[in-house]
C-alpha cells in the first residue's frame, strides 16, 4: 500500500491568513493530483502536477510538486470562508492508473 | 463544461440483494474507475476499465464486484450480494487516457447504504 500522508489533518485559520498543507510520501509519483471535496459530493479536482519542481497557481492557491516527485504542496494566501472544505492530494505512480489518495486536510476558514 | 455523472445519488437495500450503480463518463474519455469512501476514511480504488476489459482492480474488488460498459455510453458497478461493510460513497472516475499525467474526473458519488 502506498501511502500518502497529509498534514495537517485539521486546520482551522482566520479570514485573511496565509495556510500551506502538505503531501508526503516515500514514493515517486509520475503525477499528483488536487482534489478539493465537500460532504457528501466527489472530488472536484484542483490541479495536477507532473514535473519534478514544479509549480502551479490557480489565483491565491500555489501547487508545487517535489523536486524528487514523492511530495507535494498547497499554500492558500488570504484565506477566505469559501476555501473550507476537504483538501486531498492524490498520486499517480508511473505504469498504473489507479490513484492513491491523501489521508486529507480538513480546512476551516473562520471569518 | 463536461462532467461525470452518476445514479442514483443515494440507494438503500437489504444485506444479501444485489445493487448495480451507473455511471456516465465523459464522452471523450477512454478510461473508466470505480472508487469507494467509507464513512470518514479514505477515497480507496476499486477498478479501471478500459477497452471493455479491466485493467486493474484492488484487493478490495472481489468476485462480488463486477463492471460493464453495457452500451456507449454507461458504466455499471455491480455488488451482487450486498454486505453491511459495503455502505459507503462509490464515485466513479474517468480519464482521457491512462497515462500518468493525466487527471482523472470524479462524479457526485452515490451513497450506498445497506441495512
Known amino acids: 500500500t502506498q501511502l500518502l500522508e497529509q498534514s495537517p489533518q485539521f486546520l482551522s485559520i482566520q479570514e485573511g491568513e496565509n495556510l500551506t498543507v502538505y503531501c508526503n510520501s516515500s514514493?515517486?509519483?509520475?503525477?499528483l493530483q488536487w482534489y478539493r471535496q465537500e460532504p457528501g459530493e466527489g472530488p472536484v479536482l484542483l490541479v495536477t502536477?507532473?514535473?519534478?519542481?514544479e509549480v502551479k497557481k490557480l489565483k491565491r492557491l500555489t501547487f508545487q510538486f517535489g523536486d524528487a516527485r514523492k511530495d507535494s504542496s498547497l499554500h492558500i494566501t488570504a484565506a477566505q470562508t469559501g476555501d473550507t472544505g476537504l483538501y486531498l492530494c492524490?498520486?499517480?505512480?508511473?505504469?498504473?492508473?489507479?490513484?492513491?489518495f491523501g489521508t486529507g486536510t480538513r480546512l476551516t476558514v473562520i471569518p | 463544461e463536461p462532467e461525470v455523472t452518476q445514479t442514483p445519488s443515494h440507494q438503500v437495500t437489504q444485506m444479501g440483494q444485489e445493487v448495480i450503480l451507473r455511471c456516465v463518463p465523459i464522452?471523450?474519455?477512454?478510461?473508466f474507475y470505480w472508487y469507494r469512501q467509507i464513512l470518514g476514511q479514505k477515497v480507496e480504488f476499486l477498478v479501471s476499465?478500459?477497452?471493455?476489459?479491466?485493467?486493474?482492480k484492488s484487493e478490495i474488488f472481489d468476485d462480488q464486484f463486477s463492471v460493464e460498459r453495457p452500451d456507449g455510453s454507461n458504466f455499471t458497478l455491480k455488488i451482487r450480494s450486498t454486505k453491511l461493510e459495503d455502505s459507503a460513497m462509490y464515485f466513479c472516475?474517468?480519464?482521457?487516457?491512462?497515462?500518468?499525467?493525466?487527471?482523472?474526473?470524479f462524479g457526485p458519488g452515490t451513497r450506498l447504504t445497506v441495512l
Open positions: 472516475a474517468s480519464s482521457e487516457e491512462g497515462l500518468g499525467g493525466d487527471t482523472q474526473y
Open positions: 514514493s515517486v509519483f509520475s503525477s
Open positions: 502536477v507532473v514535473t519534478g519542481g
Open positions: 492524490a498520486g499517480l505512480q508511473t505504469g498504473a492508473n489507479n490513484l492513491f
Open positions: 464522452s471523450n474519455h477512454l478510461y
Open positions: 476499465f478500459y477497452n471493455n476489459e479491466i485493467s486493474e
